[in-house]
């Protein structure tokens, strides 16, 4: 019975054929989505729209490879104190990050210059300035797409890339260079 499972698991980590095809069905979907835009609900309704679809089809390629959300590394942390203190770690670097090249940019050799340009902000996320309630209902919408995205391309996308080149030692090498590109 165990060597079964074990037979079992290699097989699935090795049809290299099945992992293109579906990074193949992914990819296509996940762009010929986007060329569906309803400008009725707005660039964020599209956005989340064209998450989903492509999580739905996450979701049914990996039932057709028997791979669960788990298996990709999403699961519940085994000590919520040590995440929760991480996250602070983490959040506390980015605000030191922040600040130090806020003081430091001026003495970079190049120029960094911020897109002021309201007018595509505008068209996508409505006119915030000043506007706290339509800022507070948005946010939401954007940390589920950011949560969508993050699932769907580091958890899905990137682990089927390294599955696909799991024949070589530096699949995971690979699959952060195809990914980046």
Do not use: C
């Not at 992914?26 to 762009?31: A, G």
């Not at 064209?50 to 791979?67: D, N, Q, Y």
């Amino acid at each position: 019975m165990n060597k079964l499972n074990i037979e079992n698991t290699i097989s699935k980590q090795n049809n290299y054929k099945g992992f293109l095809i579906d990074l193949i069905i992914y990819i296509s979907i996940m762009f010929l989505v986007r060329e569906i835009y309803i400008p009725e609900v707005g660039f964020i309704a599209n956005g989340l729209f064209w998450s989903f679809t492509t999580l739905l089809v996450a979701i049914w390629r990996m039932k057709v490879r028997g791979v669960s959300w788990k298996d990709l590394g999403l699961r519940k942390p085994e000590n919520f104190g040590k995440t929760i203190g991480i996250s602070a770690i983490i959040l506390a670097t980015v605000i030191i990050s922040i600040i130090t090249f806020e003081i430091l940019k001026d003495h970079l050799p190049f120029s960094l210059a911020s897109d002021n340009s309201s007018e595509s902000a505008v068209s996508k996320f409505g006119n915030i300035r000043g506007n706290w309630v339509h800022f507070l209902l948005i946010i939401p919408f954007i940390w589920v797409e950011s949560m969508l995205e993050e699932l769907l391309d580091r958890g899905f996308l990137m682990n089927w890339i390294e599955r696909l080149f799991s024949k070589t030692s530096f699949a995971t090498v690979i699959a952060v260079v195809l990914y980046a590109s």
